[in-house]
């Protein structure tokens, strides 16, 4: 069943994909201490990231960059740890897979901090709000509150997305000293989500010196047609950026002159607070 657009929506969405980190599976050259297991296994756990349905040994093989004799034998190895389960076949991960994920989030106190603010943050703007960090050239989600779904994906804990044309992505790379913030400007792949997305260098080296001068970014409808984000950074006691925090919210609803009026105070009170409850997190 179709539903109708709300006044003042963008009707049509460009897709996103929700990117996914990648391990080598090749050892760097000189290096003995590199485990190549190690990191082939991570890498067939990761291609089933985007899959719909089970993989084959073929399949796996071909998204994880291997030979299928290594993707075999990696999936066997799963099998028997009951991380994955085989028939006729085919591959699936099994729930196991996710304590993984919660061994980290459960280490990791500015997620443990973040949630009970971030469902405040919604409950008061009645919109979705998200604690994420930067990853190299891309942002994880490790705590969101959602009140509805905005993009045409479905975002939780453990999603990435590009930093280069999200609000809070923007807000860390801003954050960075200078040498790693080129470093990453060098290197990053700008893709044109939308017609409105940065896709110049130059233009996206001037809109992270705005945010490092103004202390918070506004994205408007780079990702997607029809988002807005407003994001602010999450600061230690010292200082240090260790994370950001945004609140996504349609276009149609909400202009930046009330995001930066009516959201952005509550946001920054919502990042003091985080700030204060960490402390002396690691960055």
């Avoid at 993989?55 to 099998?79: D, K, W």
């Avoid at 905005?150 to 280069?164: D, E, K, W, Y």
């Avoid at 006691?237 to 919210?249: C, H, K, L, P, S």
């Avoid at 276009?251 to 995001?259: C, P, S, Y």
């Amino acid at each position: 069943m179709k539903r109708r657009a709300a006044a003042g929506s963008v009707p049509k969405r460009t897709p996103v994909r929700v990117a996914r980190g990648r391990v080598p599976a090749r050892r760097p050259t000189g290096d003995p201490d590199y485990m190549l297991s190690l990191a082939r296994g991570l890498s067939v756990i990761r291609a089933f990231a985007d899959a719909r349905t089970p993989l084959s040994v073929a399949g796996v093989a071909r998204a994880a960059g291997l030979s299928r004799a290594a993707a075999r034998r990696c999936l066997y190895t799963l099998v028997q740890l009951g991380y994955a389960a085989s028939a006729d076949g085919l591959f699936t991960l099994t729930p196991a897979v996710l304590t993984l994920g919660y061994a980290y989030l459960g280490s990791t106190s500015i997620a443990r901090v973040a949630q009970p603010v971030l469902e405040r943050v919604s409950e008061t703007l009645h919109e979705s709000s998200s604690l994420a960090v930067l990853d190299g050239d891309e942002i994880v989600y490790l705590a969101r509150a959602a009140t509805r779904r905005i993009l045409s994906i479905g975002l939780s804990v453990g999603s990435r997305l590009p930093a280069a044309c999200t609000s809070m992505g923007r807000v860390l790379l801003a954050a960075l000293p200078p040498a790693p913030r080129s470093a990453v400007l060098a290197r990053v792949k700008l893709v044109r989500h939308t017609p409105r997305t940065i896709v110049d260098r130059a233009r996206l080296r001037a809109a992270l010196d705005r945010v490092a001068g103004q202390g918070y970014a506004i994205v408007d409808q780079e990702l997607e047609l029809g988002l807005r984000s407003l994001a602010v950074p999450v600061r230690r006691t010292d200082g240090q950026v260790v994370a950001a925090i945004n609140v996504g919210v349609h276009a149609g609803r909400t202009d930046a002159a009330t995001l930066e009026r009516d959201f952005l105070p509550v946001l920054r009170h919502a990042a003091a607070e985080i700030g204060e409850a960490i402390r002396h997190a690691p960055a």
